[in-house]
């Protein structure tokens, strides 16, 4: 099977937007999912609504993956799976290492579904002696003094940085040097690489700051409208306690003239 070193994706190479590249995952998932329950076609109105985006825009999207559906039946969901799999470059073997073995990076190794991705993680690597030849999902750590001839000896062009932020960059750089071209980062910094390396950044905190955001954004707008919502005060009475009298809408020499006169 082809490794990572030796092929690359050609959506560039096609012209493929990337914010069309990275919707091609969450279709993806959702082809899945149907494929799981033997779906066998879509249509772009449900495919989107899965996806979570709108179908005007999964068109166009699959137009640059010169897909098009038929009209009355939808889209083929083994094919387009195929298909999306093929252009993300999921239909060949990617060895990955995660360099950090801590809680988020032995939770990173334990996760099932790099295999059925296209993903195989090729070594676990962390610094701390102790951790060395520890089995950590089924692999073995290996010590970071080994990362560059790992590298070479797997044929790996993705690293994910799952290491403490003061070391993240340092890490970095020893990927890029040994021939990483990927980074997957995890780590609470951003990196420095150059023309040519690929970095996607996983920042939990910011996400939940910006989901902080939009709940207080939303407790603003809940407390305006019940403020909006709230009954009009009682219209003030007059000195008797009785409510003011309506204007007739003449005017006398002191004012409104009252509608019913005085005996």
């Known amino acids: 099977m082809a490794t990572g070193r030796t092929h690359r994706p050609a959506t560039r190479s096609r012209g493929i937007p990337e914010a069309t590249v990275a919707r091609l995952p969450l279709y993806l998932r959702a082809l899945t999912a149907l494929s799981e329950r033997s779906v066998p076609t879509v249509s772009s109105e449900e495919l989107a609504a899965a996806a979570g985006v709108n179908s005007a825009k999964l068109r166009k999207d699959f137009s640059y993956l010169g897909s098009y ?3 009355g039946v939808g889209y ?4 387009l799976v195929y298909q999306i799999s093929r252009e993300l470059g999921l239909t060949q073997d990617w060895p990955v290492v995660i360099v950090g ?4 990076g032995a939770a990173l190794a334990g996760y099932g579904g790099f295999a059925s991705r296209g993903f195989r993680v090729a070594a676990l690597i962390d610094a701390d002696p102790a951790m060395t030849g520890k089995p950590v999902a089924g692999i073995p750590v290996q010590h970071s003094d080994d990362l560059e001839k790992i590298i070479e000896e797997d044929g790996v062009s993705i690293g994910v940085i799952a290491t403490p932020a003061g070391v993240a960059q340092q890490v970095c750089d ?3 040097a040994a021939g990483v071209t990927s980074i997957l980062n995890f780590a609470p910094t951003v990196l420095s690489v150059p023309d040519g390396v690929d970095v996607r950044k996983v920042d939990l905190s910011i ?6 955001f939009h709940e207080q954004r939303k407790a603003g707008e809940e407390a305006e409208a019940e403020a909006t919502a709230a009954p009009t005060p009682p219209t003030a009475l007059g000195a008797a306690g009785e409510a003011p009298r309506k204007s007739t809408g003449r005017k006398g020499p002191d004012g409104d003239v009252p509608a019913v006169m005085p005996a």
């Open 69 to 71: 559906g038929t009209r």
């Open 76 to 79: 083929d969901v083994e094919y």
């Open 101 to 104: 073995i801590g809680n988020l």
């Open 174 to 176: 020893r990927l890029v």
């Open 207 to 212: 996400e939940l700051q910006i989901l902080a």
